[in-house]
């Protein structure tokens, strides 16, 4: 008889201006110019969670958006990578 996992399953909650992303790529058949500055272009990511704060842009759980680059801090859960972003560094939603 297999020994079923006991092992709570973790739902992540931001602090209040804070969105929670995971990495994700572009698929080469969305067509999206990144933005290109001199200072850094933005990175791209799906959204996973949301704190309570007042949102800069409209944006939902699932929603692909546009982040600047290092002003995320890494965690890992379950050895995937999630982003916490705050509200100020998103650049925007980007709609497929």
Do not use: C, W
Not at 42 to 70: F, H, Q
């Amino acid at each position: 008889m297999a020994k079923e996992s006991t092992r709570p399953s973790l739902k992540i909650v931001p602090s209040s201006k804070i969105v929670v992303i995971e990495p994700t790529k572009v698929s080469s058949s969305t067509d999206i110019i990144q933005a290109v500055t001199e200072k850094s272009i933005p990175e791209i990511g799906r959204v996973v969670a949301i704190g309570d704060g007042k949102l800069p842009v409209k944006m939902k759980v699932g929603d692909i958006i546009a982040y600047r680059k290092y002003g995320e801090s890494k965690f890992y859960l379950h050895s995937k990578v999630v982003l916490f972003v705050t509200f100020e560094d998103i650049l925007g939603v980007i709609n497929e």
